[in-house]
Structure formats: structure tokens, C-alpha cells
């Protein structure tokens, strides 16, 4: 009988791609996933340390495992991810149920350190940077998405310390994998269906490898006649060079919505932050590429309540989503992270962060609303990728990332179809689907 593995992952796409991937390799071992807690002898917990409580929540969610199988056969517990790369060892120390710890580049020794737990009976803790023989060894592993929408890691770790941020020290230095490596891989996710693929890197855009940027790959990637649409994300804007700008100029599937981390309108907190980048330089990154495409649009991530902010960097950073009109952002309260320069330093008033964080969302909120009701009556192009759960409609994507669900038929998944949007609410577009030939698509 196969063994089962229940896999559960929080945090950013880079740990979802590790988990469809770590899928991949146990799948060697004889493990088939399992959705149902009860049926497992494995779980694995693909953790996040990016903002409070990081730890307590992973040693919440195994004091729900052990409850789970408090009459069972105990399963085989691994921590995977950032928390398992900052806290290591502690992790077994402090909670005997966990048995192994496994850091995001030490993946390629999953197998080996299940089997040899499996024979021996050992507790390990595998947390060595070590990203070159990580994705050698997955580059052997087919990655079979079978997903419309794929993700692809490119490159992986960060140089770049923004002093509230944990990711330099979870998941190493920059690195980034050999250009063919990377095609290869994009072969595989063409063979396995996929229409769209995601290019991922904690600084997607810092890709180097040789002769090679972000760019190239882009034009590269979208020679693959299967593929419809080129996304990449999270870039910084130091790494926005004029290559990647110019790209979308050339590219014919590279998607018109740009993620681009801001943090903060003010060139005080970014200083604090040490985001090495200033407004200005954000705003001639934007209209170089509205002069390219004016349907291009942005998105962000927003930290609020930063050490040192105060009322009229709050206000900058509120008249900057008023400019920007950015769409589908993230924001934040900052949250000291443990080891970071900034774990230490003076927080603001808790209330006035609250408010602050209230405001920004509003604005952000608004801005998305307007956004999908702009598009109302409109036909826009949608990337079906699956039924409902209900089944009796479709779900697909616009070029904006809006989900978008309508009356179309399970032959419509895969295909980019016409739809004309009837309602819409913050995050979700409606339509029905349009058959005329020539319909004008907005
Ligand atoms: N590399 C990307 C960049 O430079 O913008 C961001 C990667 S990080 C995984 C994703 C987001 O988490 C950041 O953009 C930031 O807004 C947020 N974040 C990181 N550390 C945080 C902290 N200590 N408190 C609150 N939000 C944080
Ligand atoms: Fe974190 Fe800054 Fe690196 Fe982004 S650029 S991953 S925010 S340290
Ligand atoms: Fe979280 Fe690590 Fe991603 S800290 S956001 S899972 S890089």
C-alpha cells in the first residue's frame, strides 16, 4: 500500500512551488498526498516566517496534529521552510513530535533523510544553504504541474538586508539557476499542459546567470508556442533595469501587471528601511512603462507603522496609492522579526498604526473597486483554469490577475476566451461568455 503525505504550506508562491515540488520528489519514495488529515503517516508543515508569531503558529498547528492522531499510529512529522531554516534545531528540542527539520535549500535531501529516519529511527535537522545542488537535483525530477498556471522558481535568496526582513537569512544568498536548467523546466510544464507560467524569486528581477537576465528568459519562454502568458513576481525596484523595461516593448506575452514592492511613499522610511531605492526612482520606473503600454498597471507591498514613520511619511505613502492607482496590493503592519536590524527599534503607537493601516486600505480597497467596475459591460480576455467547485461555471484569470467566473463549459479550460463582464465586487469579476466573432475585447 502507498504511503500518504499530507502537505501544508503558508507563505509566499516560492513555498507553494517547494511544496508541489518536494511532492515531486517523495513521490520517488512511494508517498501519494492526501487532503485528509486521518489518512496520513506523513505530515509536512512548509512554513513562513515573514511577519509575528511565525513560530508559535507552527507549534500551534502540531499541537493540532497530535490531538488528530492521539489514538493513531504516530505520522512522520517534517518542518519545512523558513521557520524550520531560522529556528533548526530548537524545533526538535523543543517539541519532540517534530522529527525532522528541513531548510528551503537543503530540499534535495528530502528522501534520504525520510529513509534514513524510516530505518534508524534519527531525528535531523538539514538547514545548509546550498542551492546549486537543490536545484541539480530537481532538475532530474520532471516537475509535472499539470496546472494551467505554473509556477517556476528562477532564482532564489536575497543580497539586499531591507532591515525589517527575515528572507536574506531563511533562504541564503542570491542565487540564481542556470538559464537551460530553467527551459528545461518550462518544457516539462508546456508537456504537462500548462498555458501560463509564473517566474518566481524572492528578486525575480536580480536574475543573472552568464550572459542571462529576467529578459531573456521572458523572450525565451514565450517561443513556446503552448504558452499564452508570461507573469514574474516579486521584483525590487533597484533590479528594474532598462532591459526588462524595454522587454515590454518586444514581448508579445509578457502580462500588462507589474508587482512592484514599494513599502513606502517616503523617502525617510525607505532610508530607515534601507530599501535602496527612493520615490523618484519608483515613479521613473512607472512612466517608463506607461510611455511603453498605458494599460499597464501596478501592484505593491506596503509595510505600515515602520519605525520612525510618522504622520506626513504616512500621508507620502497615502498620496502615492492616490497617484499609482495601484491594484490587488498587499499591506502591513511591520512586525519586528527576530535577527533583523530593525527587531530592536522603538515601535509606534499600536493605535496609530491600526488607523494608519486602515486608511491604506481603504484607498487600496477603492482603487481595486473602481478598477473592476471600469471593466463592466467590457469584453476582456480570461484564462479559463478550472471548474468551479460547484461545477456548473468556470474560473479564469484576466490579464490583471482578477479571477474571473462565468458560464463557460470545462472545454473552455486552457483556452484564453472573451467574456463579457456583468458585476463585479472587490476581487472578483462576472460575466458571460461572448461567441460573436471579431467581439472588440477591451
Ligand atoms: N523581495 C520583495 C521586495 O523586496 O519587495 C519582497 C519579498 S517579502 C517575502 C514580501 C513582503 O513581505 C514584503 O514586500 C514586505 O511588504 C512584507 N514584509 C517583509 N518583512 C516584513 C515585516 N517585518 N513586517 C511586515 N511586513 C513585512
Ligand atoms: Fe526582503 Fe528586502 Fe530582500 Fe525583498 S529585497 S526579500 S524585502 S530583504
Ligand atoms: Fe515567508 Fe519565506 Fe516566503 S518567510 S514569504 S515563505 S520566503
Do not use: W
Not at 508562491?13 to 517547494?18: F, H, I, L, T
Not at 501587471?257 to 512607472?286: E, F
Not at 484564462?383 to 473552455?412: A, P
Not at 484564453?416 to 469579476?429: A, D, E, G, Q, T
Amino acid at each position: 500500500m502507498k504511503q500518504k503525505i499530507f502537505i501544508k504550506t503558508f507563505g509566499c508562491q516560492m513555498n507553494e512551488y517547494d511544496s508541489n515540488r518536494i511532492y515531486d520528489s517523495v513521490k520517488k519514495i512511494g508517498y501519494e498526498k492526501t487532503q485528509n488529515y486521518e489518512e496520513a503517516s506523513c505530515y509536512l508543515l512548509n512554513t513562513c516566517h515573514i511577519r509575528d508569531k511565525a513560530k508559535e503558529k507552527v507549534y500551534h498547528e502540531i499541537g493540532r496534529v497530535k490531538k488528530i492522531f492521539r489514538s493513531k499510529k504516530k505520522p512522520l512529522v517534517i518542518i519545512a521552510g523558513c521557520v524550520a531554516q531560522a529556528e533548526n534545531q530548537e524545533m526538535l528540542k523543543r517539541e519532540p513530535y517534530i522529527d525532522l527539520v528541513i531548510g528551503p535549500q537543503a530540499y534535495h535531501k528530502i528522501n534520504d533523510t525520510i529513509l534514513n529516519h524510516i530505518k534508524k529511527n534519527k531525528k535531523t535537522e538539514e538547514t545548509e544553504f546550498d542551492a546549486i545542488s537543490k536545484f541539480e537535483y530537481f532538475n532530474k525530477i520532471k516537475n509535472n504541474s499539470g496546472n494551467i498556471s505554473s509556477f517556476l522558481t528562477i532564482q532564489e535568496g536575497c543580497n539586499k538586508f531591507c532591515h525589517f526582513c527575515v528572507v536574506p537569512y531563511t533562504r541564503g544568498p542570491e542565487y540564481s539557476r542556470p538559464f537551460k536548467q530553467i527551459l528545461d523546466e518550462a518544457k516539462y510544464l508546456v508537456d504537462s499542459g500548462s498555458q501560463e507560467i509564473i517566474l518566481l524569486g524572492q528578486n525575480v528581477n536580480a536574475y543573472n546567470n552568464e550572459k542571462y537576465r529576467l529578459s531573456d528568459l521572458i523572450l525565451e519562454i514565450e517561443k513556446f508556442s503552448e504558452i499564452k502568458r508570461i507573469r514574474y513576481t516579486t521584483s525590487h525596484p533597484k533590479d528594474m533595469s532598462n532591459d526588462l523595461i524595454e522587454v515590454y516593448k518586444s514581448s508579445k506575452k509578457l502580462m500588462p501587471l507589474v508587482h512592484l514592492p514599494v513599502q513606502s511613499g517616503s523617502n525617510k522610511v525607505l532610508g530607515l528601511m534601507n530599501r535602496k531605492h527612493t520615490i523618484s526612482d519608483y515613479y521613473k520606473i512607472y512612466d517608463e512603462l506607461r510611455e511603453i503600454n498605458s494599460n499597464i498597471k501596478f501592484s505593491s507591498d506596503f509595510i505600515i507603522g515602520y519605525p520612525g514613520e510618522e504622520e506626513e511619511d504616512f500621508k507620502a505613502t497615502l498620496e502615492l496609492i492616490k497617484k499609482i492607482k495601484f491594484i490587488n496590493s498587499y499591506s502591513f503592519i511591520f512586525s519586528p522579526r527576530p535577527g533583523t536590524v530593525a527587531a530592536d527599534l522603538n515601535l509606534i503607537d499600536k493605535k496609530i498604526s491600526m488607523e494608519r493601516l486602515e486608511q491604506i486600505q481603504s484607498q487600496l480597497y477603492d482603487n481595486q473597486m473602481l478598477m473592476n467596475q471600469s471593466l463592466e459591460n467590457k469584453t476582456i480576455n480570461v484564462l479559463v483554469e478550472n471548474l468551479t467547485e460547484d461545477k456548473t461555471q468556470v474560473f479564469g484569470r484576466s490579464e490583471y490577475m482578477t479571477s474571473v467566473i462565468f458560464n463557460g463549459k470545462k472545454e473552455d479550460v486552457g483556452k484564453i476566451v472573451p467574456v463579457k463582464i456583468i458585476k463585479s465586487n472587490r476581487s472578483s469579476l462576472f460575466g458571460e461568455r461572448v461567441f460573436r466573432a471579431n467581439q472588440k475585447v477591451a
